[in-house]
């Protein structure tokens, strides 16, 4: 039998006083893959990363016993608080679970905290941090996300890597899929170069 960590700073965090979005969550946290793996999906084979799941909106409403609008809002609000961030495709949603305070324990020996939700380095690496133009370079062409990379870090780098509500950016790398959907026409992905 395994087992799914929900701290207590749920209490104090918006989620605790959302009864929908907590069960949402909760939902989200026990569906997760607790290691990386590969799972089939409509007959079609996918690789998902420890604290990821494939999700689709009408079998996850029908699942959970809501309505879709009421899911629809639950992900807005989590993917606000940035507790969750997604990948879309035609067909099905890769939800991630994101690192957040929340996730994270008190070491009593020394005082220090560490992060107990581990994913992989893909997000937590660039979390809390200001990447450098070499980072978004190169990380945009290995996931061959189609955006200018040199203006996406020049828009971002000039804003000191804030959203426009001041709030610091806690995942660039979803953030930068969001400028592939909206900016299909300028992405040259053929003209990227590595950055040394």
Known sequence: MSFVKLPRAIREHPLGGDPECLAVFVHLLINAAYEDQEVTFNGQKLQIKRGQLIFGRQSYAQRIGVTEATLRRAIRRLKK??????????????????????????????????????????????????????????????????????????????????????QPIVNWISLAYSWAKRDKAKAEPDSWEVVK
């Open 81 to 166: 608080w940035r507790l969750i961030g997604g990948e879309s495709t035609k067909r099905y949603t890769v939800i991630t679970l994101l690192p957040s305070d929340l996730w994270r324990d008190v070491d009593l020996a020394n005082g220090t905290k560490k992060n107990i939700y581990n994913n992989n380095n893909n997000i937590t690496e660039k979390v809390g941090k200001n990447p450098t133009l070499p980072q978004v370079v190169n990380t945009i062409k290995a996931k061959k996300i189609r955006v200018d990379a040199e203006d996406f870090f020049n828009y971002y780098d000039a804003r000191g890597w804030k959203l426009p509500n001041g």
